[in-house]
């Protein structure tokens, strides 16, 4: 017997969400070749993987059941979709047998491995990457999307960390105990003043939902020289080099922020910096720019920067593709 969920309503697929700690998600059609390629190995796995309360497999016909296929941006066929404690973890566009398996079994292998109860979301690690606030609902974590062959950066204080570490996966160390060993500088600083200019490429075009920044300097009162968090940020969009200093008081910003002290978590040090999504749509680089800082001192400091939303060209809804191996299709 199958143990393959076929959701029938959105009410549904919400309830599945809520009561496995990994969900995988077949996204197909009826009338797509490849998703019927595909669907005997979907099969399988159902068959060897399925755990309680741990992992489900569920298939949605995207026909069927429009407003779940929308809420997630569904644009091709078939796409597989991976819940982690009801987060989108990865998203496998097309019938990739062996992208399927491996995502699945890495998923099933981190379920059993588990604890029973779900840990917190705001300080939550997926997949081995570590997340400083939760993702919204449709999206997912695309930092590995940053190109950091092609980072660049202005007013950066070389004896702080190694800037490509602000996108890595791991947890930050000020969060550890010890607050890492001397010399582990994992986060990034101003250098002459509280200034900091980013110039982030991407290898592919992005949607760009929200920025999740961390930022943990020492909570030290006596340490008058303590760099300071964010304050003021500017984003600028599709430029094919970082700007300067001068550039950036000329050009106007996409989008300007202001942080209060209450936006950052207590526990994890990560505010969520939600953007005009309207505008951040087919980007190919974003430069931040960090204006000033909240507090009096005289540097500011970034221990990790996450990019959500969605990697891939925008394609229209209604205009599903089959993506697969068939030939004159």
């Keep these: 017997m199958s143990k393959t969920i076929h959701i029938q309503s959105p009410a549904q697929f919400t309830s599945v969400l809520s009561s496995s700690r990994t969900v995988v998600v077949d996204f197909y059609a009826d009338w797509c070749g490849p998703c019927k390629q595909i669907a005997p190995l979907y099969e399988q796995l159902s068959q060897q993987l399925s755990r309680p309360n741990q992992i489900t497999f569920t298939k949605v016909n995207t ?7 929308q809420s997630y941006n569904i644009t091709a066929m078939p796409t597989f979709l991976i819940f982690t404690s009801q987060r989108e973890t990865s998203r496998i566009r097309g019938a990739d047998p062996r992208a399927l398996s491996a995502a699945v079994q890495k998923l099933a292998a981190e379920a059993a491995s588990a ?24 999206y997912s974590d695309i930092t590995d999307q940053v190109d950091v062959r092609g980072l660049d950066f202005l007013n950066l204080d070389s ?6 570490e602000v996108f890595g996966t791991a947890k930050p160390t000020a969060l550890s105990k010890g607050k890492g060993k001397e010399g582990e500088k994992d986060w990034i600083e101003s250098d002459t003043d509280e200034q900091l200019m980013m110039f982030i490429p991407f290898q592919s075009a992005l949607k760009v939902h929200t920025l999740h920044l961390t930022s943990l300097p020492p909570t030290s009162d006596e340490d008058d020289e303590a760099p300071m968090r964010p304050k003021t ?51 190919s680089s974003l430069v931040i720019f960090v204006v000033d800082g909240d507090g009096d001192g005289e540097k500011t400091r970034l221990d990790r920067v996450r990019i959500v939303g969605e990697s891939g060209e ?11 191996d068939e030939q004159g299709e």
């Design 63 to 69: 026909d069927q059941q429009q407003q779940i296929a």
């Design 115 to 138: 604890p029973s109860s779900g840990a917190d979301a705001s300080s939550s690690s997926t997949g081995g990457t570590w997340l400083g606030a939760s993702l919204p609902r449709g």
């Design 159 to 164: 004896d702080a960390g190694s800037a490509r």
């Design 233 to 283: 940020i500017q984003l600028f969009i599709n430029r094919s080099n970082v700007l300067g200093f001068d550039e950036a008081n000329d050009t106007p910003a996409t989008q300007t922020i202001e942080l209060k002290s209450s936006d950052w978590d207590a526990e994890t040090g990560t505010v969520k910096v939600e953007l005009r999504f309207v505008k951040f749509q087919n980007i």
């Design 314 to 324: 925008k394609r229209a809804m209604g205009k599903l593709e089959k993506i697969g």
